[in-house]
DNA sequence: TCTAAATTTCAGAAAGTTCTGAAATCACGG
DNA sequence: CCGTGATTTCAGAACTTTCTGAAATTTAGA
């Protein structure tokens, strides 16, 4: 590995956690070269600042794509494949929590699905039964939530962010005026 | 392995999943089985359930200890321990974001920090330095947001989840009446 | 304190994954 | 439609993780 050390760092640290992210190291470190990286950079290059296999890299960039992280691009007059990652961190974010929630989340709540579709045999598969109801309500809002969240511009998101607990301050506010108007309409 | 199918499609599922979700096979079985199970199971339960050795049983149990996701119980006139999940599906799941935070994030987060206060030697680590720093300012503002958000009791946060993307809608009635009182004191 | 059941530890076997170099395939310019 | 360079595929080597059975340790009651 050939790196500027902030850089270096920053690779390797990416190497390491890749595990945790379910992704490998060469994964990681390839995405975070390109992350940092000014311009897009091709197999070869990425090949000598890490200096892993010219296949393990072409694998690597293969896995980002299936990811949706890295942008194939063409640089005029080469024909080599060049990549980058997006410039817009929500945008990165945005990517990530879909393709997380597509192999993390998804299946788990279509296999919830046919099992409750099931007639329980037993005392033991009824109560079974009602734990996973419970699990799959619980996925089911917060995948209802995010589909509808995910939809707002950065703006409008980071305005809700910086609200962060407040907003139920808000919430409570809203009752009250509903209330009040209520109240008038009625009395 | 020996259970009523719709236990053991569940428990099946849930050991698939565990490599993407960071934990393995058995650990993953574990968990599934004790969070369907009426009651409270012992080590011994567990092997005969599932197939798998006495010593691994030991080591998954230990290992959803370290992610608080199971309670140790007695049971009276038993000297084994006995394993549940918690009961509440909320609960199941703040601890599951918090532990997943402690491992996945606040690594990163701190090697971040590092790396920004370093003096950079070159335009290209300049460069770098400039991503990371968007970067720690996404990941800070969602964990701020998250540290405030998940302080919240269980019914505060079904009603923000309801509310979904129309929050931001509130958000704008209340720049409204903010201009307004404004407005009125000023004018 | 002693005993026996329960639990944990640990070294090595089994299984799974990541990585490499060599060969195959692809694709562009002539 | 050929030659060259770019890229991908793939079998097996290297490495990592998971799992087991045996031995060691812990624990609760006699």
Same mark, same amino acid.
């Given at each position: 590995?050939?790196?500027?050390?902030?850089? =270096?760092?920053?690779?390797?640290?990416?190497?390491?956690?890749?595990?945790?992210?379910?992704?490998?190291? *060469?994964?990681? =470190?390839?995405?975070?070269?390109?992350?940092?990286?000014? #311009?897009?950079?091709?197999? +070869?290059?990425?090949? @000598?600042?890490?200096?892993?296999? &010219?296949?393990?890299?072409?694998?690597? /960039? &293969? @896995?980002?794509?299936?990811?949706?992280?890295? /942008? /194939?691009?063409?640089?005029?007059?080469? #024909? $080599?494949?060049?990549?980058?990652?997006?410039?817009?961190?929500? =945008?990165?974010?945005?990517?990530?929590? @879909?393709?997380? !929630?597509?192999?993390?989340?998804?299946? *788990?709540?279509?296999? %919830?699905?046919?099992?409750?579709?099931?007639?329980?045999?037993?005392?033991?598969? $009824?109560?079974? =039964?009602?734990?996973?109801?419970?699990?799959?309500?619980?996925?089911?809002?917060?995948? *209802?939530?995010?589909?509808?969240? !995910?939809? /707002?511009?950065?703006?409008?998101?980071?305005?809700?962010?910086?609200?962060?607990?407040?907003? *139920?301050?808000?919430?409570?506010?809203? +009752?009250?005026?509903?209330? %009040?108007? #209520?109240?008038?309409?009625?009395?």
């Amino acid at each position: 590995m050939n790196l500027p050390p902030l850089i =270096q760092s920053f690779v390797l640290h990416f190497g390491e956690m890749g595990s945790r992210w379910g992704i490998n190291r *060469t994964v990681g =470190q390839i995405y975070a070269l390109l992350y940092v990286s000014p #311009r897009p950079l091709n197999a +070869d290059d990425i090949v @000598e600042a890490l200096g892993v296999s &010219r296949s393990n890299v072409s694998m690597g /960039l &293969r @896995e980002l794509q299936a990811w949706n992280l890295v /942008l /194939l691009r063409h640089i005029p007059d080469d #024909r $080599r494949d060049h990549f980058t990652t997006p410039d817009d961190v929500w =945008q990165i974010l945005r990517t990530l929590a @879909e393709e997380r !929630k597509k192999r993390e989340v998804d299946p *788990t709540l279509s296999v %919830l699905r046919e099992l409750l579709m099931l007639a329980p045999g037993s005392a033991e598969e $009824r109560h079974a =039964q009602a734990r996973m109801a419970e699990m799959h309500g619980l996925i089911e809002r917060l995948t *209802t939530w995010y589909d509808d969240v !995910k939809r /707002l511009e950065t703006e409008r998101m980071t305005a809700l962010l910086a609200l962060g607990a407040r907003v *139920t301050k808000l919430l409570d506010a809203k +009752d009250k005026v509903v209330g %009040l108007v #209520r109240g008038r309409k009625e009395g």
